[in-house]
T-cell receptor, first 112, second 113 residues
Framework: ELKVEQNPLFLSMQEGKNYTIYCNYSTTSDRLYWYRQDPGKSLESLFVLLSNGAVKQEGRLMASLDTKARLSTLHITAAVHDLSATYFCAVDRQGGSEKLVFGKGTKLTVNP | DSGVTQTPKHLITATGQRVTLRCSPRSGDLSVYWYQQSLDQGLQFLIQYYNGEERAKGNILERFSAQQFPDLHSELNLSSLELGDSALYFC????????????FGQGTRLTVV
């Protein structure tokens, strides 16, 4: 069974600081997704990482994928309050099914 | 706006009742997924349909069922509702195929009283 673990689950940081969210998964997969969710809202797709070594950046967020280590990171640079949200990583289960298995999410709070 | 439409946005119903949640996927998407999000269980995959046929099944209770119609919209039926079924139910859609990205609807918040 594919398991996806994120850490930390809760992250409180000051504006202007840098931090990294980690996403580990248990079985082979080379497709990983990062989503953002604001309270009570839908999930917004942030990044799609499709191969080993993939790195994508959008604004203050950068995501990377290491399929050998089964690890993805979401790095936050110079955080601002607008980044406060819950971030989920999700992995495609390899072997036919296209469903996504989600981590529990990291609730990020950026304080002024 | 992801292009995935879910109705209704909110639903309040009593225990023992049956409800139907509706999802219209993005134009051109053949796959529809249903997820349940609750505080204690997180985001749980329920079921996936691809072009009208069931493709994958997750932690979906026997009281729940779904289908995808020829026009590709999907419905999730929840019956004999219990308090614990209160959750946010999301539908997502994707083109289908190997390299696929799922886009989520706004969700239906179900409250069972």
């Amino acid at each position: 069974e594919l398991k996806v673990e994120q850490n930390p689950l809760f992250l409180s940081m000051q504006e202007g600081k840098n931090y990294t969210i980690y996403c580990n998964y248990s079985t082979t997969s080379d497709r990983l997704y990062w989503y953002r969710q604001d309270p009570g809202k839908s999930l917004e797709s942030l990044f799609v990482l499709l191969s080993n070594g993939a790195v994508k950046q959008e604004g203050r967020l950068m995501a990377s994928l290491d399929t050998k280590a089964r690890l993805s990171t979401l790095h936050i640079t110079a955080a601002v309050h607008d980044l406060s949200a819950t971030y989920f990583c999700a992995v495609d289960r390899q072997g036919g099914s296209e469903k996504l298995v989600f981590g529990k999410g990291t609730k990020l709070t950026v304080n002024p | 706006d992801s292009g995935v439409t879910q109705t209704p946005k909110h639903l309040i119903t009593a225990t023992g009742q049956r409800v139907t949640l509706r999802c219209s996927p993005r134009s051109g998407d053949l796959s529809v997924y249903w997820y349940q999000q609750s505080l204690d269980q997180g985001l749980q995959f329920l079921i996936q349909y691809y072009n009208g046929e069931e493709r994958a099944k997750g932690n979906i209770l026997e009281r729940f069922s779904a289908q995808q119609f020829p026009d590709l919209h999907s419905e999730l039926n929840l019956s004999s509702l219990e308090l614990g079924d209160s959750a946010l139910y999301f539908c997502a859609s994707s083109v289908g195929g190997y390299d696929t990205e799922a886009f989520f609807g706004q969700g239906t918040r179900l409250t069972v009283v």
